[in-house]
């Protein structure tokens, strides 16, 4: 069964701090694996996108990771912001072509503190 | 470029009663998916749209169906609510269909309210 599982469920940070959000996927065939930033409220954001080739993407402060033999990806932010406060999704796409999927997983929700 | 939008953003309605949602995606995008978000299941897949033919489908009942028109806009359309169905709704565009690094972008949301 395709599965996205993330870790923590929610984290609270310090402004200015750093953290790193875990995600372990069970998917077959893998395509990409994505994370996107939800806002309270508001549709998901996509900040990476990574195939099986990349290990490694940068979005500002935001890095991601992908070690597609272990099957985790983890996103790191550096220097916390109050705006980074938010639901971090982990979705991978599975299949090829036209029955292409994503599978989401449940989020991290992020409060980031002053 | 306008993103994706989706109307309306509010929305309560009775057990019983039929509800259309409506997702214009970014101009020039051709496919369309509809998701299903609740605080317990996270982001569901409903189903996508290309081309005016739904190309993919989730594991919702026949309640939950949709159409997509030549303008590439989308409806999402549930009979008879339930109290379950209590959710945020998010339709997101793509480009292409199926291809490796497509980007989804998606709307702001419907967020239905069943009492």
């Known amino acids: 069964k395709n599965q996205v599982e993330q870790s923590p469920q929610s984290l609270i940070i310090l402004e200015g701090k750093n953290c790193t959000l875990q995600?372990?996927?069970?998917?077959?065939?893998?395509?990409?694996l994505r994370w996107y930033k939800q806002d309270t409220g508001r549709g998901p954001v996509s900040l990476t996108i990574m195939t099986f080739s990349e290990n490694t993407k940068s979005n500002g402060r935001y890095t991601a990771t992908l070690d597609a033999d272990t099957k985790q990806s983890s996103l790191h932010i550096t220097a916390s912001q109050l705006s980074d406060s938010a639901s971090y999704i982990c979705v991978v796409s599975a299949g090829r072509g036209a029955t292409n999927k994503l599978i989401f997983g449940t989020g991290t929700l992020l409060a980031v503190q002053p | 470029k306008a993103g994706v939008t989706q109307t309306p953003r509010y929305l309560i309605k009775t057990r019983g009663q039929q509800v259309t949602l409506s997702c214009s995606p970014i101009s020039g995008h051709r496919s369309v998916s509809w998701y299903q978000q609740t605080p317990g299941q996270g982001l569901q897949f409903l189903f996508e749209y290309f081309s005016e033919t739904q190309r993919n489908k989730g594991n919702f009942p026949g309640r939950f169906s949709g159409r997509q028109f030549s303008n590439s806009r989308s409806e999402m359309n549930v009979s008879t609510l339930e109290l379950g169905d209590s959710a945020l709704y998010l339709c997101?565009?793509?480009?292409?269909?199926?291809?490796?690094?497509?980007?989804?972008?998606f709307g702001q949301g419907t967020r239905l309210t069943v009492v």
């Open positions: 997101a565009s793509s480009l292409l269909l199926g291809k490796v690094n497509t980007e989804a972008f």
């Open positions: 995600c372990n996927y069970t998917v077959s065939p893998f395509s990409n």
